[in-house]
């Protein structure tokens, strides 16, 4: 009676020593999860003053000074972390925050805000959205432009496909505008590679805003880097292309992307387009959170398979 007891003991001992065991295991995987994610993150000190404040979209456009280690001062938009701080914000108001910029996910964002309020009613940096946007069901003109390999294209020439454009340019600094915008793009070239019959009535059309430095040669080598490949075929479903700066800025102007120089960099909006067959516009996207998947679902509400 005494040694069966002391067996069963010594049995439930053995099983809470695997069960902390398993858990010891969970606990270090999971800490060495996080050492990993943190290791992809740079984190930098920015300081500047407040151009406008975007809630909705939880976005804050700085003109921040020089980010030793990152980029020059320039006014930018950047997305804030901290919800509590756009009841706050607004023109004018000097901000002291961490940047934190997560290359292994193509994010960054600001964090830990200190808000210093300023009583000037000087925001003339401050840039007020006067772009006429179009509407689904609108036809989209036909726009001339430049591709990689210098040749000149024009936007009607890919009816009879769903064409999806959007914008970037190639020195873009921050991992989820431009990055991840042709991040995307790959991700919906891939998917739709794995389906012939529907890759062959779509086209995708990356539009850089950068004409003076984005010439065929830059789009080639960037385009090469997304599609995994220097062979001419990869550029058949997937361009890249500029023109001259009025060609370039009337594309825009059209889908209501804004943008501006500042000293070296383009700062910008985000516009993804979804043009049907029929070359009318059926869904622009705004920012960046759209998924490849949303696009996906769009291309299969045009039946085009």
């Known amino acids: 009676m005494n040694l069966n007891y002391r067996a069963g003991v010594t049995t439930r001992i053995i099983k809470l020593s695997t069960l902390l065991g398993i858990l010891v295991s969970l606990g270090a995987g999971l800490a060495a999860c996080h050492s990993r994610s943190k290791a992809t993150e740079r984190r930098y000190e920015l300081k500047g003053k407040v151009v406008s404040v975007n809630k909705e979209r939880r976005q804050v456009t700085i003109q921040h000074e020089d980010i030793p280690g990152y980029m020059e001062g320039m006014t930018m938009p950047f997305t804030l972390k901290d919800t509590w701080a756009f009841d706050v914000l607004s023109a004018g108001d000097r901000v002291q925050a961490t940047l934190v910029v997560e290359s292994s996910t193509n994010r960054s964002w600001l964090e830990d805000p200190v808000i210093t309020k300023e009583t000037s009613a000087e925001t003339g940096a401050n840039k007020t959205s ?173 039946k085009l398979s």
């Not at 009337?250 to 049907?276: N, P």
């Not at 920012?287 to 299969?300: H, R, S, T, Y």
């Open 130 to 302: 006067s772009v006429a946007e179009p509407q689904p069901g609108d036809e989209v003109p036909d726009f001339t432009l430049v591709n990689q390999d210098g040749k000149r294209i024009h936007l009607h020439q890919y009816r009879g496909q769903a064409l999806l454009l959007t914008f970037i340019y190639t020195r873009c600094p921050l991992p989820d505008y431009c990055p991840l915008m042709s991040h995307n793009f790959a991700e919906v070239d891939q998917a739709l590679q794995q389906n012939p019959a529907l890759s062959a009535k779509t086209h995708l059309l990356s539009i850089s805003i950068d004409p003076d430095h984005d010439t065929p040669k830059v789009l080639r080598t960037y385009g090469a880097a997304y599609l995994g490949t220097q062979n001419p075929d990869g550029f058949k479903h997937w361009e890249f292309a500029s023109g001259t700066p009025p060609e370039v800025k009337a594309v825009a102007q059209f889908f209501g992307l804004e943008y501006w120089q500042e000293k070296d960099q383009i700062i910008h909006s985000l516009r993804t387009a979804v043009i049907a067959p029929d070359g009318k516009l059926l869904k622009v996207y705004h920012g960046n959170e759209w998924k490849p998947a949303e696009v996906l679902a769009d291309l299969e509400q045009l």
